[in-house]
């Protein structure tokens, strides 16, 4: 789906800018990629003042807003865009182009406006939610009116390229360094993590060389069979000690053999372990 950097600019002559009767003096889009935010294609910037209000609006509509052209031919990425839909309903109203109505731009058309982020990044308040704040951005669009007056062409244009690059920064920052909000995207269903294999579950399959255990090694408790609930149950039975003793390697029993006698003798005399038989002695007649 092709995204672009879209904006318009407008020369009002009321207090405030109001779409529904605003001059459109300037339609600037440029293709990105939505995923990293860096661009893909040149700033185009259609001028008024090189041609005409009802010329540029129709250029535009011509090549983007045709009834047979997808919605998803056109992803509109910019700031505060409810500005920029309500100027092309207007225009295109005014000058008989092919009418689009606020439900085909609003519902059926995919957007991305980047007020709500700002709004956030200014602590969830509205007023002076601005994009110069927080980018590079020099100047608001409180100059435009002045520029245009004196006919200041050269600072409008500049100003659209200042403005289009601190979208596209804020764009790719957030991409960047979205990980670091600690938000990540569920698993979805049936995309489980690979459970680590058992020697059941590998009954009747080869092995690869580099699965094996080294020799004279035991396997891994991943690779040992799972007890069942049967063995659990009913455990064997315990042995005794003479079982234990036959149980013993051969080479075992000969290393215990052999610390036995190794060790010191004592320095007791064996007399004083020995039982003491008393001797039989005569009875005797008393004198």
Known sequence: MPAYYFAMEGYHTGEKPDPAVDKLITIQYQKIDLTTGEPLGELTI????????????????????????????????GMSLDYEYEMIITKCKKYNLHAITSHQLYFQRPRFDLRPIVVLLNDGRFAGARLDLFSSKKYDGSHMKKWYENKDFKKIEHFIREETESVLKLLQYLSKYKTRLGITKKEEPGHRKQEPATISSLKGKALPFHSLPPRGKSPSPAMQPAKTQTDRKN???????AQLLKAEPKDLKKSLGKTKSAGPRSSVPVSQFRKHTPTKKAVGKQK
């Open 235 to 241: 455990p064997p039975p315990a042995k005794n000690p």
């Open 46 to 77: 259609l001028k008024e003042w090189e041609s005409s209000e009802q010329s540029i609006i129709t250029t535009f509509c011509n090549q983007f807003f045709k009834p047979e052209i997808p919605v998803t031919h056109f992803i509109p990425v």
